[in-house]
T-cell receptor
Framework: DAGVIQSPRHEVTEMGQEVTLRCKPI?????LFWYRQTMMRGLELLIYFNNNVPIDDSGMPEDRFSAKMPNASFSTLKIQPSEPRDSAVYFCASSLLWTGPQETQYFGPGTRLLVL | AQKVTQAQTEISVVEKEDVTLDCVYE???????LFWYKQPPSGELVFLIR??????QNEISGRYSWNFQKSTSSFNFTITASQVVDSAVYFC????????????FGQGTRLTINP
């Protein structure tokens, strides 16, 4: 079975450019999460969706960040314009919604973003 | 507010030694869930175990075992007869029943197993 798929795996861009990260959740999962991992702040939840609907985006650092989930099998995290401090590893995770918090989140391989 | 503390930033042992990774958590909820994830050098996050707050039974899976103690708010992870392949960063995480699926991670413990 395919796990969570993320693309690209690595992204290098210049400050001010738009960056789009992509995620395909595990088939049948109906919750999707975006996390960011940095040395300073560790793993942080940015936003999550249930049944394609954004539930909590309180972790999104600022208006330069936006996320969408147009259907059950695809989500994007966009940064526009990008800044050097956005350099991090971005993880997507998915889980089943049935009973909520106890459902295990399964993570993708991550996208390593470097903004110069 | 929920919080997870992994006080051990780095641990280094020689292969075949037993090693315990500590995890202490804080929560006001009576129902919560604890997780351990492994992040090998390749970077992905691999799920290891989930524990419910109402189930204090310890768990063993091969060389891995977990000790959950509500009285001390701890969920420690022990690797027996460690191997070089166990080298990774290990994260403990917590979600609350009222926390609406938010998973809060500890800072991680970098474990190095030397041959």
């Amino acid at each position: 079975d395919a796990g969570v798929i993320q693309s690209p795996r690595h992204e290098v861009t210049e400050m001010g450019q738009e960056v789009t990260l992509r995620c395909k959740p595990i088939s049948g999962h109906n919750s999707l999460f975006w996390y960011r991992q940095t040395m300073m702040r560790g793993l942080e939840l940015l936003i999550y969706f249930n049944n394609n609907v954004p539930i909590d985006d309180s972790g999104m650092p600022e208006d330069r960040f936006s996320a969408k989930m147009p259907n059950a099998s695809f989500s994007t995290l966009k940064i526009q314009p990008s800044e050097p401090r956005d350099s991090a590893v971005y993880f997507c995770a998915s889980s089943l919604l049935w009973t909520g918090p106890q459902e295990t989140q399964y993570f993708g391989p991550g996208t390593r973003l470097l903004v110069l | 507010a929920q919080k997870v503390t992994q006080a051990q930033t780095e641990i280094s042992v020689v292969e075949k030694e037993d090693v315990t990774l500590d995890c202490v958590y804080e929560t006001r909820d009576t129902t919560y869930y604890l997780f351990w994830y492994k992040q090998p050098p390749s970077g992905e996050l691999v799920f290891l175990i989930r524990r419910n707050s109402f189930d204090e039974q310890n768990e063993i899976s091969g060389r891995y075992s977990w000790n959950f103690q509500k009285s001390t708010s701890s969920f420690n992870f022990t690797i027996t007869a460690s191997q070089v392949v166990d080298s990774a960063v290990y994260f403990c995480a917590l979600s609350e029943a009222r926390g609406a699926q938010k998973l809060v991670f500890g800072q991680g413990t970098r474990l190095t197993i030397n041959p």
